[in-house]
């Protein structure tokens, strides 16, 4: 099983700041088959980014995904207050598909 | 556009069996995707359970996979999750998702249920 750690657990930053997160996997994921999704409180995950760098549907370019093998990150620009949340990034290339802890972040 | 909505008891008891439904709308279960459950402990993190494709065929997690049967009604287009012998430890949230699939490619989970709370007590 592909272990995914992601860092930090939680990062604090002010609106118009860039957040970096960060998600190393324990092994090559295969095909670069990575995804990060955002979950806000008493909300389903809603899916961000997917082949470690492909946009989802209506997600504003100020989120990117970047990385390949085992280093991931999702970088979001010009940090606005909807975008406290929790981040997880899940690898869906090798079974069975495995989500990271999650990253905390909390806009001041 | 696709629209998931999960169904079933919020309720089992320990030992017994927790079984929900997927209803899909605004498309069709036979297209070329698979369909994933995914569950969320209060205050925790995600753990897929696992998947069945419009075929038939299903990929569970090993960690669940003495417990855990997945089936297809295509006549209501919808999906269902067994979970047997459950214990407090599968109390959680339970999402049905879509994990798309065009031309070979997959693109995650693109569209989830909103979610159904399942408590395991007596």
């Known amino acids: 099983e592909i272990v995914l750690t992601q860092s930090p657990g939680t990062l604090s930053l002010s609106p118009g700041e860039r957040a970096t997160l960060s998600c190393r996997a324990s092994?090559?994921?295969?095909?670069?088959?990575l995804a990060w999704y955002q979950q806000k409180p008493g909300q389903a995950p809603r899916l961000l980014i997917y082949?470690?760098?492909g946009r989802a549907t209506g997600i504003p370019d100020r989120l990117s995904g970047s990385g390949s093998g085992t280093d991931f990150t999702l970088t979001i620009s010009r940090l606005e207050p909807e975008d406290s949340a929790v981040y997880y990034c899940?690898?869906?290339?090798?079974?069975?598909?495995?989500f990271g802890q999650g990253t905390k972040l909390e806009i001041k | 556009q696709v629209q998931l909505q999960e169904s079933g008891p919020g309720l089992v008891k320990p030992s017994g069996t927790l079984s929900l439904t997927c209803a899909v709308s605004?498309?069709?279960?036979?297209?070329?995707?698979?369909w994933s459950w995914v569950r969320q402990p209060s205050g925790k993190g995600l753990e897929w359970i696992g998947e069945?494709?419009?075929?038939?065929?299903?990929n569970y997690n090993p960690s669940l996979k003495s417990r855990v049967t997945m089936s297809l009604d295509k006549s209501k287009n919808q999906f269902s999750l067994k979970l047997t012998s459950v214990t407090a430890a599968d109390t959680a949230v339970y999402y049905c998702?879509?994990?798309?699939?065009?031309?070979?490619?997959?693109?995650?989970?693109?569209?989830w249920g909103q979610g159904t709370t399942v408590t395991v007590s007596s």
């Open positions: 605004g498309g069709s279960i036979s297209s070329e995707n698979w």
């Open positions: 092994q090559s994921v295969t095909g670069n088959y």
């Open positions: 069945i494709y419009h075929g038939g065929s299903t």
């Open positions: 899940q690898q869906y290339g090798r079974s069975p598909y495995t």
């Open positions: 082949g470690a760098s």
């Open positions: 998702a879509r994990d798309y699939t065009e031309e070979g490619g997959l693109y995650g989970l693109d569209v």
